[in-house]
């Protein structure tokens, strides 16, 4: 097989998949943020909008019934569970924010089942991830990203009005794993493997 024959590696990531509820709340909130922003700022667009447990990175197509065993593994006996979105939050903060994103209440569960999944999963390889290289699981969904001489005026009062309103609480009954491909300028998403959970 030539290199020009050579199929290209799949972007992948395993995520949860958002009820249209939960998009509709997020595009309510970015109309909110719009009304308020001024410069350079890049939105997500909803529909493409799901909750990422993990970039698995670029495999190449023999790999993904392994990296999906691998997951399927990791999850038995995982039950499914409801997860509810909490409040708008910024990093690195409200007062300097370089991506805005609508949290998630605390959820042991959310965050045992990435647990297990970054436990057994290495970017690119669906290989084991050695222990000390895990981060912390900080369960978001991203708004939109300020970029240079971007800004949301008002952002901590937008933020502090929105505090304990307009929450929606959904199911989570499956992982998905996902491969990402670029379309000029936007992202499509196909799924390649859906694990039910419990």
Same mark, same amino acid.
Request: proline fraction near 6%; include cysteine.
């Given at each position: ?95 300097? !924010?370089? #991506? ?8 042991? &569960?959310?965050?045992? /089942? +990435? @647990? ?13 991830k050695r222990p000390a290289l895990i981060k912390k699981y900080? !369960?978001? #969904? ?8 971007? &800004?949301?005026?008002? /952002? +901590? @009062? ?34 390649? &493997?859906?694990?039910? /959970?419990?």
């Amino acid at each position: 097989m030539t290199g020009k024959d050579t199929p290209l590696p799949l972007r992948t990531f395993i995520a949860i998949e958002l009820p249209p509820e939960v998009k509709d709340l997020l595009t309510r909130i970015q109309a909110g943020l719009e009304s308020r922003a001024s410069g350079r700022i890049t939105w997500t667009t909803p529909e493409l909008m799901h909750l990422t447990l993990r970039f698995t990175g670029n495999i190449e197509e023999q790999q993904v019934r392994v990296v999906a065993d691998t997951i399927e593994r990791a999850t038995q006996g995982v039950k499914g569970f409801n997860l509810t979105t909490g409040g708008i939050g910024a990093f690195p903060g409200l007062k300097n !924010p370089e #991506l805005i994103y609508l949290g998630l209440d605390d959820s042991c &569960r959310l965050t045992a /089942l +990435s @647990d297990r999944i970054n436990a057994v999963t290495s970017p690119g390889t669906g290989g084991p991830k050695r222990p000390a290289l895990i981060k912390k699981y900080r !369960p978001h #969904l991203t708004l939109c990203r300020v970029r240079r001489k971007g &800004r949301i005026n008002g /952002l +901590s @009062d937008f933020a502090e009005s929105f505090t304990g309103t307009g929450r929606v609480t959904f199911n989570v009954s499956e992982v998905v794993l996902f491969k990402s491909d670029l379309m000029g300028k936007t992202p499509v998403y196909t799924a390649l &493997r859906r694990i039910e /959970l419990g």
